[in-house]
């Protein structure tokens, strides 16, 4: 899938916008089209006009508001001249009307990447209200050289998807992790249980990804009836211990959406 055609301007380019620009360059976008704008001046990739300021007499095809959801009122104000045909968003918690009334433009995609997109293997979900199917079609260009893509038709659950698929990679960094320091507890040097971890996660998603079960299913099936594993999954499973700490886990993230969501509201 082409990208589409003209400009394209990044309104900021932090880890995550510059994990997608990045991602596109890899998929062969030219880096020609691409103008980004921050207030440093720096960050962008080789070959990427990089600004502080928007060019004069220029309009972009396709604009995205890639800075923090807080910034959107003090940043708005310096895009009113603009109407880009495709408007993309990647702020947390700022849904399609918040962003209709401080920005022009033909038609509002929001996107919520992961962290993974930089390597290709990422989640992006993907929310308009627009049944125009090119726009569909230039949103999904954007998000399918970066991994999977999600459509979410009812926007009042892009929260809750933005809670799993995009703050999701930092909880499962935090589980490699605490996998890596029970390890170093059994006795094992920091550095192998770090890579014994990352590598039996790495593993196990993979494995997950490709079968036909459910990874309850799978969880199953590598416990033998009074196992080492079996054991292990007694203290994960006893009171639905692990399935209350990422519930808690995710209702955090999602009721923080939310409120970002209500502040951009006003």
């Not at 033909?106 to 990447?113: C, E, G, K, S, Y």
């Not at 459509?151 to 996998?179: H, K, N, Q």
């Not at 969880?219 to 007694?234: E, F, I, K, M, Y």
């Not at 808690?248 to 209500?262: G, K, P, V």
Request: proline share 6%.
């Amino acid at each position: 899938m082409a990208f589409p055609d003209g400009p394209l301007w990044l309104i900021g380019c932090g880890n995550m916008g510059g994990a997608m620009l990045r991602g596109w360059l890899a998929a062969g976008l030219d880096p020609a089209r691409v103008t980004v704008i921050t207030r440093s001046g720096r960050g962008a990739p080789e070959g990427v006009r990089s600004l502080t300021a928007l060019p004069v007499d220029e309009t972009p095809a396709t604009l995205m508001l890639g800075f923090k959801p807080q910034q959107i009122d003090e940043v708005a104000p310096s895009l009113a001249g603009l109407r880009p045909r495709l408007l993309l968003s990647i702020l947390a918690g700022v849904e399609v009307a918040a962003l209709g009334d401080r920005f022009t433009a033909d038609a509002i995609v929001r996107l919520m990447p992961n962290l993974p997109v930089a390597i290709g293997q990422g989640v992006t979900a993907l929310h308009t209200p627009s049944d125009d199917a090119d726009v569909r079609d230039a949103a999904e260009a954007f998000a399918a050289p970066l991994g999977h893509v999600e459509w979410v038709e009812d926007e009042g659950r892009f929260d809750s998807v933005t809670a799993l698929a995009g703050c999701g990679p930092g909880f499962v960094f935090r589980y490699i992790d605490a996998m890596a320091q029970a390890g170093m507890a059994l006795g094992l040097d920091a550095d192998q249980a770090r890579r014994l971890a990352i590598a039996t996660v790495a593993g196990a998603s993979a494995m997950a990804a490709g079968a036909d079960v459910s990874p309850a299913t799978l969880a199953d099936r590598v416990a033998s009836p009074g196992g080492s594993t079996r054991q292990g999954l007694n203290v994960l499973d006893e009171g639905d211990a692990l399935v209350r700490l990422m519930t808690d886990t995710l209702a955090a993230s999602d009721r923080r959406n939310r409120e970002m969501a209500a502040a951009a509201r006003r």
